[in-house]
């Protein structure tokens, strides 16, 4: 069973400094691996996708990572504002769940302090 | 309009009560699903209509009903809720297996 870990689970930095956010998975058996942002009480708004045999993906101040053979995936915020405030989640597509499921982890909650 | 689109944004029903939950995507995808958020829990897939091909979590309680009449539509029937199943219920669809998935704003619900 696919399982998915992001660490920290909350983050208060001031604004300026980078933001570095960690996600492991456990199956390295995976289509794709998906960074979310989410605002409080509202849906998920979809940062960044890499597909498995990408190294990485970049928008704007935003870089994400895969190592898929170590189950891992970083994502960098680079000169943190303090709109970056939100959860963070990401979430894999493991090629052997039924339906194509989304496996996500539990978030890092960041706040960025002006 | 484009991509995925909840209604109502907020219900507020009692436990006796009947409500409908809908979603549509305007993406032409071919995957919709179902996602419940709880405080402090991750999210949890509910339901998932994958070409054409219904996958049920089986920790879901039969007073929840999918209803998923084409590609672009999706339904959440509920009856008889309890106050423990009170969150935000977001839909989301993908043109599978490949690519990432759209969600939509959510339904914020609330049992009373």
């Known amino acids: 069973k696919q399982e998915v870990t992001q660490i920290p689970a909350a983050l208060s930095v001031p604004e300026g400094e980078n933001l570095v956010l960690n996600c492991s998975f456990t199956?390295?058996?995976?289509?794709?691996l998906q960074w979310f942002r989410q605002d409080p009480g509202k849906g998920l708004t979809s940062l960044l996708l890499?597909?498995?045999?990408?190294r990485e993906q970049t928008s704007g101040r935003l870089n994400a990572s895969l190592d898929k053979s170590s189950g891992r995936s970083t994502l960098y915020i680079a000169a943190s504002q303090p709109g970056d405030s939100a959860t963070y989640l990401c979430a894999v597509q493991g090629i052997k769940a039924a339906g194509n499921k989304l496996t996500f982890g539990g978030g890092t909650r960041v706040l960025v302090k002006p | 309009e484009t991509g995925v689109t909840q209604t109502p944004r907020h219900l507020v029903m009692g436990m006796t009560n009947k409500k409908s939950l809908k979603c549509e995507q305007h993406l032409g995808h071919n995957a919709m699903y179902w996602y419940k958020q709880s405080a402090k829990k991750p999210l949890e897939l509910m339901f998932v209509y994958s070409l054409e091909e219904r996958v049920e979590n089986n920790s879901v309680p039969s007073r929840f009903s999918p209803e998923c009449p084409n590609s672009s539509h999706l339904f959440l029937h509920l009856h008889t809720l309890q106050p423990e199943d009170s969150a935000l219920y977001l839909c989301?669809?993908?043109?599978?297996?490949?690519?990432?998935?759209?969600f939509g704003s959510g339904t914020r619900l609330t049992v009373v």
């Open positions: 989301a669809s993908s043109q599978a297996p490949l690519r990432g998935y759209t």
């Open positions: 890499i597909q498995s045999s990408q």
């Open positions: 199956d390295s058996a995976i289509y794709n």
